[in-house]
């Protein structure tokens, strides 16, 4: 099956400072989303980005499907950027089974 | 539309006790998930409903492990006989409008279940 890996597992930044998650899949896709993770443990949807670029505010994300990776960019941290970020993607439009990666723990300091 | 909706949000149980949780989703989507996932780990797929009937089942989702979606909108899975592997955030999803190309996937609050 897909292999979804994302870096670094862990990153901690000063309030203010701009950091950049990576997601690594080994095969194509046809869904490729980006959630945050709330410390209650809800998945906040960030992104719905199988290819192409879009921004929200102080995030942004960039899918390159033909290279089998997305960017997330996260500008301006603040300290409720705080919590586990994952990519999940899915390889069937029939099911739309999303296979996540292990995650990215960040912890913005203030 | 509240968006997905999972009940109860916390579940402490004795081993060997059988417990259900609800999920309910957004009421346009035919298609409802179910996730695990453990401390530490992202979440792994469980089953999936495309209206009432249940086209796909993880190999996770041992012979303990039962779920429904009888009218094609809210959707239950019980656990019988708890052990304390159990334990976990179960997660629901759903996603699609028939007719419509996106397949966003919408997630509930999750269940957190504890087998003491």
């Known amino acids: 099956g897909i292999q979804v890996e994302q870096s670094p597992p862990d990153l901690i930044l000063q309030e203010g400072a701009n950091s950049t998650l990576r997601c690594n899949f080994s095969?194509?896709?046809?869904?490729l989303q980006w959630f945050h993770q709330n410390p209650w443990g809800q998945l906040i949807n960030l992104f719905y980005?199988?290819?192409g670029t879009k921004q929200n505010g102080r995030l942004s994300a960039t899918t390159v499907a033909t290279e089998r990776y997305s960017l997330l960019y996260i500008s301006s941290s603040q300290t409720t950027d705080s919590g586990v970020y994952f990519c999940?993607?899915?390889?069937?439009?029939?099911?739309?089974?999303?296979?996540f990666g292990q995650g990215t723990t960040l912890q913005v300091k203030p | 539309d509240t968006g997905v909706s999972q009940d109860p949000r916390h579940k402490i149980t004795k081993r060997g006790q059988n417990v259900t949780f609800r999920c309910d989703p957004i009421?346009?989507?035919?298609?409802l998930y179910w996730y695990r996932q453990t401390l530490g780990q992202g979440p792994e797929f469980l089953t999936y409903?495309?209206?009432?009937?249940?086209?796909?089942k993880s190999r996770l989702l041992s012979d303990r492990f039962s779920a429904e979606r009888p009218k094609g909108s809210f959707s239950t899975l019980e656990i019988q006989r708890t052990e304390q592997g159990d334990s976990a955030m179960y997660l629901c999803?759903?996603?699609?409008?028939?007719?419509?190309?996106?397949?966003?996937?919408?997630f509930g609050q999750g269940t957190r279940l504890t087998v003491v």
């Open positions: 999803a759903s996603s699609f409008i028939p007719g419509q190309p996106n397949t966003e996937a919408f």
């Open positions: 095969d194509s896709v046809n869904n």
């Open positions: 980005i199988p290819s």
């Open positions: 999940a993607v899915s390889t069937s439009s029939n099911t739309g089974k999303l296979i």
């Open positions: 009421s346009e989507h035919n298609r």
């Open positions: 409903f495309q209206n009432e009937a249940q086209l796909e």
